[in-house]
């Protein structure tokens, strides 16, 4: 089953990838999940590695002690909501006004997809949270982890619009700038995890 969960994240990649390019087009392909792998890897090094929020299980397919998948799988929720966003409120959120309900929605999104994932990841012992809380959603699943999954993708799809309203620009020249504004997206995650923490910890204390 582990074996099953890994290469289906990397076969859903490969169909999110063909559905952007049709919706977008190939430029916007690779500046998305070039700049979305590097955060999907800083992010989790971040997370369990410097922070120690938690553990991984038996992953079949690693990259210097990393699942591979998750070096998609950021990516491709992000892209997800990205489009569900668009869809719902039909219009670009690329080329929406500062002030949208985007994000909210996308957010929201990943709450969702959260429950899921996360009781999948949690059944099979393949994700260990070490936060000392006893406000959790079921298993050792804390309330923080849908916050984990929301602010990720926002932070990831605001800073790609940030970057990409000067037009035109050189896809690789975008792929540059979003590839060195990761570090920046993962340290703003951190931060917004442990405020979010916090709040919860004061909330259900």
Do not use: C
């Amino acid at each position: 089953m582990i074996w099953l969960i890994e290469i289906s994240i990397l076969l859903v990649t490969v169909l999110l990838v063909i559905h952007a390019r049709s919706v977008y087009n190939i430029s916007f392909v690779k500046v998305f999940w070039i700049a979305g792998m590097i955060l999907g890897f800083l992010r989790e090094y971040a997370l369990s590695d410097i922070m120690n929020i938690y553990a991984y299980g038996d992953f079949h397919i690693t990259l210097l002690g990393i699942p591979l998948m998750y070096a998609f799988f950021w990516t491709n929720i992000a892209y997800i909501g990205l489009i569900w966003s668009n869809n719902f409120l039909e219009r670009e959120y690329l080329k929406a006004k500062p002030m949208d309900y985007h994000l909210p929605l996308i957010f929201l999104t990943m709450v969702l997809i959260s429950f899921f994932f996360e009781a999948l990841l949690s059944q099979y012992g393949l994700l260990v949270w070490k936060l000392d809380s006893n406000s959790k959603l079921w298993g050792n699943t804390p309330i923080l982890a849908p916050f984990a999954y929301g602010w990720t993708s926002v932070l990831f799809v605001k800073g790609l619009k940030i970057l990409s309203t000067e037009q035109p620009q050189n896809w690789q020249v975008l792929v540059l700038k979003l590839s060195l504004a990761q570090p920046l997206v993962v340290l703003m995650l951190a931060g917004l995890l442990l405020l979010s923490n916090l709040v919860i910890i004061l909330v259900f204390s």
